[in-house]
């Protein structure tokens, strides 16, 4: 249980275009959803915390028209890299809020999306 | 606020060998504590979670943690190295039932035959 996935796992576009990624809660409800932003060899960033059916919440420092963020059911959020450079290269990563089999609130993730921008 | 903060960012272990990654925690409330290992590109898969219930938390693959709160630290360990354990490993806090993460730097196990 517990299954999220992202599509898609790679893409390479031309810079100026736009980039959607989708998350998907596959045996649960999500109501928060998270994406997250990994560089090579560095830790993963937290971008935005997307609750279903409201605005999602930004951090310090990331474009929020850049970035658009949509959470429109309890098992899926989707990404938009806006007229992607490639300074945007980089992989992205989402995750889901659920009861883990601890009992209490667990992020599960799902398998990243590298996006190359050339 | 919280944080994590994970000393060594590569650890070479020899296959058989005691696997140590050390991570210690900033909170100001009750923490939840996880650790989470990440194979090359790939997400992120949870290895164990602190909950506040038992300290020595148990988790998949062999793998286990203790929460020390005099020391601060969730220290995960495994007794006996695996080829398969080499990955990135993330220590991660968040405040009690508090969804949002705060991931350590990481640490890069590496397992020499």
């Known amino acids: 249980g517990a299954v999220v996935s992202q599509h898609p796992s790679r893409v390479i576009c031309k810079s100026g275009t736009s980039v959607k990624i989708e998350c998907r809660s596959l045996?649960?409800?999500?109501?928060?959803m998270f994406w997250y932003r990994q560089f090579p060899k560095q830790s993963l960033m937290l971008m935005a915390t997307?609750?279903?059916?409201?605005?999602?919440?930004?951090e310090q420092g990331v474009e929020k028209d850049k970035f658009l963020i949509n959470h429109a059911s309890l098992t899926l959020s989707t990404l938009t890299v806006a007229s992607a450079h490639p300074e945007d290269s980089s992989f992205y990563i989402c995750?889901?809020?659920?009861?883990?089999?601890?009992?209490?609130?667990?992020?599960?993730f799902g398998p990243g999306t590298r996006l190359t921008v050339l | 606020a919280q944080s994590v903060t994970q000393l060594g960012s590569h650890v070479s272990v020899s296959e058989g060998a005691l696997v140590l990654l050390r991570c210690n925690y900033s909170?100001?409330?009750?923490?939840?504590l996880f650790w989470y290992v990440q194979y090359p590109n790939q997400g992120l898969q949870l290895l164990l979670k602190?909950?506040?219930?038992?300290?020595l938390v148990k988790g998949i693959n062999g793998f286990e943690a203790e929460f020390k709160k005099s020391e601060t630290s969730f220290h995960l360990t495994k007794p006996s190295a695996h080829m398969s354990d080499a990955a990135e490993y993330f220590c991660?806090?968040?405040?009690?039932?508090?969804?949002?993460?705060?991931f350590g730097a990481g640490t890069t196990v590496t397992v020499r035959a």
């Open positions: 995750s889901a809020g659920a009861k883990g089999q601890w009992g209490t609130d667990t992020q599960y």
């Open positions: 045996d649960f409800q999500a109501t928060t």
């Open positions: 997307s609750n279903e059916g409201s605005k999602a919440t930004y």
């Open positions: 909170s100001s409330v009750p923490p939840y």
């Open positions: 602190y909950t506040s219930a038992a300290t």
């Open positions: 991660a806090v968040s405040a009690s039932n508090d969804y949002k993460l705060s």
